[in-house]
Structures are given as C-alpha cells and as structure tokens.
Nanobody
Framework: QVQLVESGGGLVQAGGSLRLSCAAS????????MGWFRQAPGKEREFVAA????????YYVDSVKGRFTISRDNAKNTVFLQMNSLKPDDTAVYYC????????????????WGQGTQVTVSS
C-alpha cells in the first residue's frame, strides 16, 4: 500500500499562487502515475491533473489549463501542482492520487489517495 501525504494548501487571494506537494512512501510500485483531484463542498470529486512516471504524458481538466502545472521528482517520490492565477472557483480540498497510468487516473481509476489539503481562494 502506498501512503500519500499532501502539503502546501492554504488561503490565498484571487490571482495569487500556491504550490502543492505530495510525497509517496511505502510499497511504491515502479513506474506509477500520480495526479491531483479536488472536491468542493457539495460537489463530486473532480480530476485536475495527472502525470506519467516519465513525465512525458500529462493531462489537465480544461478549467485549469494554462494556469496549473503538474510535475514530479521521481528521486524524491514527490509530485507537485503549481497553481497560478487562482480563482475563487478553485476553492476545494485537493487530493493526491497514485495509479497505474495517467490516462487511468484521468478516468478516476485510483489505487491510492492522500488525506487532502484545503485550498481557499478569496475574492
């Protein structure tokens, strides 16, 4: 079982930036994909971004394209989500996820979840 621990959430004004990190530990399989989801109050959990093991394959939900950037450091078993030009609609609990392939994460086929970190964007 893979343990995922997120950090970097917080309160920011609209137009600001935050960088989320997620460290993986435990029985990390080789070549796993990682990604980010978010869930706002009263809404379903939404896919945000995913990255393959090599970093060659990346997916984003349309609403964050051009504003968010996902990256990873395999030497540190860590994935990052750089969030720029934040909007109040980005307010949610952000969850880190790990799975077999980036395309499967995009389809919500997740093997492991983190505990979530709150991101609040004020207007």
């Amino acid at each position: 079982q893979v343990q995922l621990v997120e950090s970097g959430g917080g309160l920011v004004q609209a137009g600001g930036s935050l960088r989320l990190s997620c460290a993986a530990s435990g029985r990390t399989r080789n070549n796993y994909a990682m990604g980010w989801f978010r869930q706002a109050p009263g809404k379903e959990r939404e896919f945000v971004a995913a990255i393959s093991w090599s970093g060659a394959t990346i997916y984003y939900v349309d609403s964050v394209k051009g504003r968010f950037t996902i990256s990873r450091d395999n030497a540190k078993n860590t994935v990052f989500l750089q969030m720029n030009s934040l909007k109040p609609d980005d307010t949610a609990v952000y969850y880190c996820a790990a799975g077999l392939l980036a395309v499967k994460l995009r389809g919500h086929e997740v093997d492991s979840w983190g505990q979530g970190t709150q991101v609040t964007v004020s207007s």
